[in-house]
């Protein structure tokens, strides 16, 4: 599984942008895609989470409300809409894919993904 992430940029604060997730080699139905973003001397930070096999998804606490994850399943590519952006949300942002169905405390964790993406930067001015 290839996963390219796309659609970063600078934004202004309290703006909006939409990353992609473009996947190939393998369909991402039954399985769990994860957002991630880490930023400068930080540990990798859980975003949002979407499990084709329970249709759920989970957010973390400081993205609630605002970020959405969305899936094109004919496109094999998922989305992350990021609107009211906030300086702290400026970090590289990354996808991350398992096949496995997880419980539903493990998609926050990165260590439950076995693919990832190189990553796209966010950055957010003031």
């Known amino acids: 599984v290839q996963l390219v992430e796309s659609g970063g940029g600078l934004v202004q604060s309290g703006g909006s942008l939409r990353l992609s997730c473009a996947a190939s080699?393998?369909?991402?139905?039954?399985?769990?895609l994860g957002w991630f973003r880490q930023a400068p001397g930080k540990e990798r930070e859980f975003v949002a989470a979407f499990s084709w096999s329970g249709g759920r998804t989970y957010y973390g606490d400081s993205v609630k409300g605002r970020f959405t994850i969305l899936r094109d399943n004919a496109k094999s590519t998922v989305y992350l809409q990021m609107t009211d952006l906030k300086p702290e949300d400026a970090a590289v942002y990354y996808c991350?894919?398992?096949?496995?169905?997880?419980?539903?405390?493990?998609?926050?964790?990165?260590?439950?993904?076995?693919?990832w993406g190189q990553g796209t930067q966010v950055t957010v001015s003031s």
């Open positions: 991350a894919f398992t096949p496995y169905d997880l419980h539903p405390t493990r998609y926050s964790r990165p260590d439950s993904y076995d693919y």
């Open positions: 080699g393998r369909t991402f139905s039954g399985n769990g």
